[in-house]
C-alpha cells in the first residue's frame, strides 16, 4: 500500500508511519519526539507547554490568523480565538 509513496520528511521520521493502529492524537512522548526532530513545532519550543496529548501553543503581540491578516494584541483587544479546525498561517 506504502511502497510508491514519497511521503513528507516528518513521515520518514515517524517510527509509526504506516501502522494502522496508530491513527488519532499525538501523546506528549510522541509530540516530545517530534518536536525533537523539528518536525511539529518548527522555533520557540519549551517543554513546559507540553501537556498529556497537547502543547499549549502561544502567541506574540502581533501574529497572523487563520486567514494571514496581521493582527495585534492590544489593550482594547487583548485576546485572540482560533476556530475550529483551522491552523494559524505563517
Known amino acids: 500500500m506504502f511502497e510508491d509513496y514519497n511521503p513528507h520528511e516528518w513521515k520518514t521520521i515517524d517510527p509509526d508511519w ?8 499525538l501523546l506528549s512522548d510522541q509530540i516530545r519526539s517530534f518536536c525533537a526532530h523539528g518536525l511539529l513545532i518548527s522555533s520557540r519550543y519549551s517543554e513546559s507547554n507540553v501537556r498529556p496529548a497537547a502543547y499549549t501553543l502561544t502567541i506574540g503581540d502581533v501574529y497572523y490568523d487563520h486567514e494571514g ?6 489593550n482594547k483587544n487583548p485576546s485572540f480565538e482560533m476556530p475550529p479546525h483551522c491552523c494559524p498561517v505563517k
Open 69 to 74: 491578516t496581521r493582527r495585534e494584541l492590544t
Open 18 to 25: 504506516g501502522k494502522p493502529e496508530c491513527r488519532g492524537m
